[in-house]
Nanobody, 132 residues
Framework: QVNLVESGGGSVLTGGSLRLSCAAS????????MGWFRQAPGKEREGVAA????????YYADSVKGRFTIFQDNAKNTLYLQMNGLKPEDTAMYYC?????????????????????????WGQGTQVTVSS
């Protein structure tokens, strides 16, 4: 069982930055694929970024490419999402997620995008609000 706990959300003005963190525990292998999702009220959950450290690969949705960076600190078992150039449309609850078949998942993500159905473990979410 993989446990994920997000933190770092908050309220910022347009153009501001936030760094989200996701502390992971409870896993015994390194073949994890991890990702960040977001869900705004009345909208579907959207996958924004994914990382497979085992293959050194990342993926970003077009909506955040060039503004968000996903990275991982293995020594701290922590996943991060650095968000720069924030816009009001980035306002959402942000979720950290993980899946066991890292290499297989990243192949699927590269072809199909960051799909929620690929991930089996989820955090509780952290709210990001961007105001103009």
């Amino acid at each position: 069982q993989v446990n994920l706990v997000e933190s770092g959300g908050g309220s910022v003005l347009t153009g501001g930055s936030l760094r989200l963190s996701c502390a992971a525990s409870g896993y015994t292998h390194t073949n994890l694929c991890m990702g960040w999702f977001r869900q705004a009220p009345g909208k579907e959950r959207e996958g924004v970024a994914a990382i497979y450290p085992g293959g050194g690969s990342t993926y970003y949705a077009d909506s955040v490419k060039g503004r968000f960076t996903i990275f991982q600190d293995n020594a701290k078992n922590t996943l991060y999402l650095q968000m720069n150039g924030l816009k009001p449309e980035d306002t959402a609850m942000y979720y950290c997620a993980a899946g066991d078949d890292g290499s297989g998942m990243m192949n699927a993500i590269q072809a199909l995008g960051v799909l929620a159905g690929l991930f089996g473990y989820w955090g509780q979410g952290t709210q990001v609000t961007v105001s103009s």
